[in-house]
């Protein structure tokens, strides 16, 4: 049984930053591709960022490209989300997910087979 537990979520300023985690166990998480959602209330579930099986490939929602990171150890069967110069609109849940089978990194959450429960992140003054 996989699973996924993420970490590093608070309540933040404007313009402040914050760096989550999300540690896999019960799996072979070098095999997984991993992404990072999120869901502010009332809306829909939403892509952040995704991150290959090797590291060497990412992407990003336009959203937060230039101000977020994704990176991933593999020997610590973790991947980061280090999120820079936060916004209100910043303000969700963050779920991360782990795609099996050596794959490409994706931002359809159904292309994921596991997620954690998610970390809630607050942009507020």
């Known amino acids: 049984q996989v699973q996924l537990v993420e970490s590093g979520g608070g309540l933040v300023q404007p313009g402040g930053s914050l760096r989550l985690s999300c540690i896999a166990s019960?799996?072979?998480?070098?095999?997984?591709?991993m992404g990072w959602f999120r869901q502010a209330p009332g809306k829909e579930r939403e892509f952040v960022t995704t991150?290959?099986?090797?590291?060497?490939?990412?992407d990003y929602a336009a959203s937060v490209k230039g101000r977020f990171t994704i990176s991933r150890v593999n020997a610590k069967n973790t991947v980061y989300l280090q999120m820079n110069s936060l916004k209100p609109e910043d303000t969700a849940v963050y779920y991360c997910?782990?795609?099996?089978?050596?794959?490409?990194?994706?931002?359809?959450?159904?292309?994921?087979?596991?997620w954690g429960q998610g970390t809630q992140v607050t942009v507020s003054s």
């Open positions: 997910a782990a795609r099996r089978g050596y794959a490409s990194g994706s931002s359809y959450s159904a292309e994921y087979d596991y």
């Open positions: 019960g799996g072979t998480f070098v095999s997984y591709a």
């Open positions: 991150i290959n099986w090797t590291g060497g490939s990412t």
